[in-house]
């Protein structure tokens, strides 16, 4: 075997550390790139949440997601039977509306029902005293509230109770819609006040 001089070991050395040098190089320049890229598609690529649903109002009138072209729009999934999560996010969202003062009137929020079978309008009426009256409750006919949920991708699961009584299994996330009916971004009362109400101004700003 042919020993190497100490020349060519030098030379050797030297192009080991161009061809790792134009390699990081290259690996660093891409980088952006490749944010830049993923941010794009995480923009243009919103969740194909919304879409079409025809309900009843607790006022007993027909509101459908082509009534609601125009303004944005804060949907809550929830029951008045619900023991928790509901009434806190309906309480949190009359908060918000109140800290939003006269744009407030700008967006409709709704709460619409995934218990057809008990959820009547005069019981959402009632439900809702407790409540900001700006809160529209919404319910149906059990395939109207399921082409609703369909609708919006959510998650709701009937789970039976003793006696024949049931409940429902549901996730607490507040849509926010913009005035094409398209998704515009979501609240979740996990998160700082002053987030949900930035959010809520921005939807009334620019959904
Ligand atoms: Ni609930």
């Given at each position: 075997m042919k020993r190497l001089s100490q020349e060519s070991l030098l030379w050797l050395l030297l192009i080991s550390v161009f061809v790792l040098g134009a390699l990081s190089l290259t690996l660093i320049l891409r980088m952006p790139m490749t944010a830049a890229t993923s941010t794009q598609v995480s923009i243009t690529g919103r969740p194909?949440?919304?879409g079409p649903f025809r309900l009843t109002t607790h006022e007993g009138k027909t509101?459908?997601?082509e009534d609601l072209k125009g303004t944005?729009?804060?949907?809550?999934?929830?029951?008045?039977?619900?023991?928790?999560v509901c009434p806190t996010a309906l309480w949190n969202l009359s908060e918000l509306l109140k800290a939003l003062g006269p744009d407030g009137n700008k967006l409709k929020v709704l709460l619409i029902s995934v218990d057809a079978e008990r959820d009547k309008p005069e019981l959402l009426a009632t439900y809702l005293q407790s409540f900001d009256p700006r809160i529209i409750g919404l319910t149906g006919t059990e395939e109207q509230v399921a082409e609703t949920v369909r609708a919006f991708k959510t998650f709701v699961r009937k789970v039976p109770l003793k006696d024949g009584e049931f409940t429902f299994?549901?996730?607490?996330?507040?849509?926010?819609?913009?005035?094409?009916?398209?998704?515009?971004?979501?609240?979740?009362?996990?998160?700082p006040e002053e987030a949900r109400l930035a959010k809520l101004r921005r939807l009334i700003k620019e959904g």
């Open positions: 194909m949440i919304g509101l459908t997601n944005p729009y804060v949907a809550f999934f929830g029951f008045t039977h619900c023991p928790d299994d549901h996730i607490a996330t507040i849509y926010l819609m913009d005035c094409k009916g398209e998704f515009f971004s979501a609240l979740d009362l996990h998160e």
